[in-house]
């Protein structure tokens, strides 16, 4: 007799099947995949946002523009999104093969590669973020000990602009950061159906 997923033998001591960690496993693959997806489409729009944020202002019969290319925390943080761009589609692609293929991961190797570049990007993005952010309160505020001047009282298009490209690459590194903990869990799984194939065997 099953109630729940959950067997009891002849010494009635109870067995637990496997159909709830199969469930589990798919709703991770979804999650991943969405998750990827998000990324992906994120990380892009943070990078053209950045890129593409340019504005001019006439100081003294001067023209100042002011791009990304200014601050290099910025050029860092385009950088970073392009990375994890481009990184994101290949595990999207590889995401929809092995759901088409009905396994989670391929091997120990590939399961390792996914989760070292899992957290590599997320601490790329991170500290691409922290610096970009940082450069961002230096130019809203200013240092006066510095005599460093408030850049977006001047520039108050190209700060909002910058903020948009921030803000969505902050939600990129913190979806990096779960994803990391993903390909943790499915590192574990699979060395944990190794174990269950080899305890069966014997």
Partial sequence: ????????????????????????????????????????????????????????????????????????ALVFLVIANGLAAAYSLVQVLRCILSMIRGSVLFNKPLAWAIFSGDQLMAYLTLAAVAAAAQSAVFAKLGQTELQWMKICNMYGKFCNQVGEGIASSLVVSLSMIVLSGISAFSLFRLYENNSKGKGNAI
């Fill in 1 to 72: 007799m099953s109630y729940l997923g959950v067997g009891v033998s002849p010494g009635n001591v109870p067995v637990y099947h496997g159909n709830n960690l199969n469930v589990i496993d798919r709703r991770v693959r979804v999650t991943e995949l969405v998750l990827r997806c998000v990324i992906c489409g994120l990380a892009i729009l943070g990078a053209v946002l950045i890129a593409t944020d340019t504005q001019v202002k006439v100081i003294f019969s001067i023209e100042k523009t002011a791009k990304f290319t200014d601050m290099k």
